[in-house]
């Protein structure tokens, strides 16, 4: 890691109070800074979701007093990239430190249990959840679903997406072949391990939906 990029982490360790997080207007890919101008453009290359992980496994490293490496840093990459806004907006919680806590336990959230836990306790003390929250949430769950399948990537637009597959994965594959011959104008392959999905989900909700209704489907027809 360049020392750019892990300084803010060292003053983190130290303070804990080293992220500047969420400001008004970001969304998963661009505005705003996240952690620090420096880190916005990483962010932008590789989604929040990602970007959120990378830096809890990093955190991780440091607090065990080493320095973070490539394998530290990609231990457990899963990127679910739904191009919509996915945070804890600043106005929802003011409080930075508090924010990186809920960062944090949703990043380190180890089933939907734990999800809905956290969930409950923002409901209860920040009121209703906004989109972008609820967003984080359910992007959470779905990278739940995507590393128990086998899945590396999944990533949605408003003209559908992509998913792809690490080669050791739990995928059915005579439920895929059947799926990509029922449905060829929606479903085909590009390449051995990438399903491209062709479908109209310019509304983010409709997206949303889609993709969650898919991977249940994945799970449903998946092989020990």
Do not use: C
Not at 7 to 31: C, N, Q, V
Not at 54 to 73: C, I, Q, W, Y
Not at 118 to 136: H, M, Q, S, T
Request: charged share 30%; aromatic share 6%.
């Amino acid at each position: 890691m360049r020392k750019s990029a892990s300084r803010p982490l060292r003053r983190w360790k130290i303070s804990g109070a080293g992220f500047a997080l969420a400001t008004h207007d970001l969304e998963i890919r661009g505005a705003g800074e996240l952690l620090g101008e420096d880190q916005s453009g990483q962010m932008e290359t590789i989604g929040f979701s990602l970007y959120m992980e990378l830096l809890e496994n990093a955190v991780d490293a440091l607090k065990a007093g080493r320095e973070p490496s490539l394998e530290d840093l990609t231990s457990q990459q899963t990127e679910v990239e739904l191009r919509m806004p996915s945070l804890l907006p600043d106005d929802f919680i003011p409080d930075v430190n508090t924010r990186l806590s809920f960062y944090k336990r949703i990043a380190s959230a180890k089933n939907e249990q734990d999800l809905e836990e956290i969930k409950v306790e923002l409901i209860d003390r920040f009121g209703r959840l906004p989109d972008a929250a609820r967003n984080l949430l359910d992007i959470a769950r779905l990278r739940q679903q995507a590393q128990k399948l086998g899945i590396r990537k999944l990533e949605s637009n408003e003209k559908g997406g992509v998913i792809e597959f690490n080669e050791k994965n739990n995928v059915n594959p005579v439920w895929l072949i059947g799926l990509l011959q029922k449905q060829p104008q929606h479903f085909r392959l590009d390449g051995p391990t990438r399903l491209k999905f062709m479908q109209d989900l310019e509304e983010r909700k409709t997206r949303m939906d889609w993709v969650r209704q898919f991977m249940r489907q994945l799970e449903e027809n998946a092989v020990a």
